[in-house]
Structures are given as C-alpha cells and as structure tokens.
T-cell receptor, first 114, second 111 residues
Framework: GDSVTQMEGPVTLSEEAFLTINCTYT??????LFWYVQYPGEGLQLLLK?????DKGSNKGFEATYRKETTSFHLEKGSVQVSDSAVYFCALGVGDTGGFKTIFGAGTRLFVKA | DAGITQSPRHKVTETGTPVTLRCHQTENHRYMYWYRQDPGHGLRLIHYSYGVKDTDKGEVSDGYSVSRSKTEDFLLTLESATSSQTSVYFCAIQGAAYEQYFGPGTRLTVT
C-alpha cells in the first residue's frame, strides 16, 4: 500500500546550519507530495507542495524536489533559525474511491539552538 | 487562514460517557477529515466526509462515529469514551490542490 517514511528525530542543529530531513514514499499511482510543519500547541500547516515529478516546492527558505526515480521528497533549508524549531511531516496524496487521501509520515522534530 | 474552528479546545471526561467534538469551516469546502495525533503514531485518519451526509471510515474508526448535516459542520462522536481515546483531535479540510488545512485541535482526556 501507499506509505511515507521519514527520518527519525529529533534533529538538533545550531542556528545557521544546513537542514536536511529525508522523506521517501511508496505509491501505486501518481501522488502529490507535501511537507507540513507543526509548531507547539498548533495544528499542522502546509509548508510546501509538489504535484509532479521534478517539481520543486519552496516556501520560507525551505525547498523540496519531487524525485520520482528515487521516490524521495527531501526537505532542505540553507540556514535554519531558532524559530524553525517544530515538527515536520512529509505526506503524499493520491486519488481514492472516496476522493483523495493523504498519508502522513511519523514526523521529525527539529530543535534549533541559538 | 482556511477558517476552521474546533470546539471544545480542551475536554476532560469520564470513561463510558459520550463525547462530541465539533469542526466548523466557513469556506464551503467539500472534503473534511478527522484525525487523531498520538506520540509514536503520528497522524491517523478516523473518518472523513466528501459531502453532506456522505462519510466514510479511516484507518482507526472503531469507537467513533461522524455526522455532517451541513456543509460547514463535521461532528465526531465518541460513543462511549475509553482511556485509549485520550488524544489530540484535529479536523482538516481539503483545498483545491489537494493540500489540507487543519484546525487548532481539541485535547481530549478520558479519565
């Protein structure tokens, strides 16, 4: 079945360090791919998305490229800030009999130290 | 801001009592979802709706029922609450590009 696997956390970085959070997926169709971010005490927020192979999603300095050949959608940021501390979820979306379903990874917690 | 509110935001209830959580949206989205979030399990789909009176089960639907009598409201009912249903519950709607927008969550504690 369809699934998402992302790297386990927590990930701890110093401010201005480079961030990579790995995400790979398994899907039978042609999924859309998403990254969501959850700050403490809040719901998930869409961070970026890509709808087809080789698309690059970007937002707030974060980027991820839809790689069909490696079934990956790794999240990157060149210089993290303390305010980026949050939990990051990779997700895929595919069409289903009832419409569209989204499958979430387990989440990766990021701590950024000043 | 997708205009999603959830009520209550916090609730403590006793085992065996029924509980209803409400999700309200203001933007006429067709698809609405209920998830629960637990440490070590990520986000799991309970039920979803694809229109008024049209609902279907997710992966963890046992012990839960839903209703959608109006486009803007999606109710989640725990028929007889158990301690295993202590969790944070999120409602979400689906946007035009299949992305999801989440409400602020309801923290439910069953004692």
């Amino acid at each position: 079945g369809d699934s998402v696997t992302q790297m386990e956390g927590p990930v701890t970085l110093s401010e201005e360090a480079f961030l990579t959070i790995n995400c790979t997926y398994t899907a039978t169709g042609y999924p859309s791919l998403f990254w969501y971010v959850q700050y403490p005490g809040e719901g998930l927020q869409l961070l970026l998305k890509a709808t087809k192979a080789d698309d690059k999603g970007s937002n707030k300095g974060f980027e991820a490229t839809y790689r069909k050949e490696t079934t990956s959608f790794h999240l990157e940021k060149g210089s993290v800030q303390v305010s980026d501390s949050a939990v990051y979820f990779c997700a895929l979306g595919v069409g289903d009999t009832g419409g569209f379903k989204t499958i979430f990874g387990a989440g990766t917690r990021l701590f950024v130290k000043a | 801001d997708a205009g999603i509110t959830q009520s209550p935001r916090h609730k403590v209830t006793e085992t065996g009592t029924p509980v209803t959580l409400r999700c309200h949206q203001t933007e006429n989205h067709r698809y609405m979802y209920w998830y629960r979030q637990d440490p070590g399990h990520g986000l799991r789909l309970i039920h979803y709706s694809y229109g008024v009176k049209d609902t279907d089960k997710g992966e963890v639907s046992d012990g839960y029922s839903v209703s959608r009598s109006k486009t803007e409201d999606f109710l989640l009912t725990l028929e007889s609450a158990t301690s295993s249903q202590t969790s944070v519950y999120f409602c979400a709607i689906q946007g035009a590009a299949y992305e999801q927008y989440f409400g602020p969550g309801t923290r439910l504690t069953v004692t």
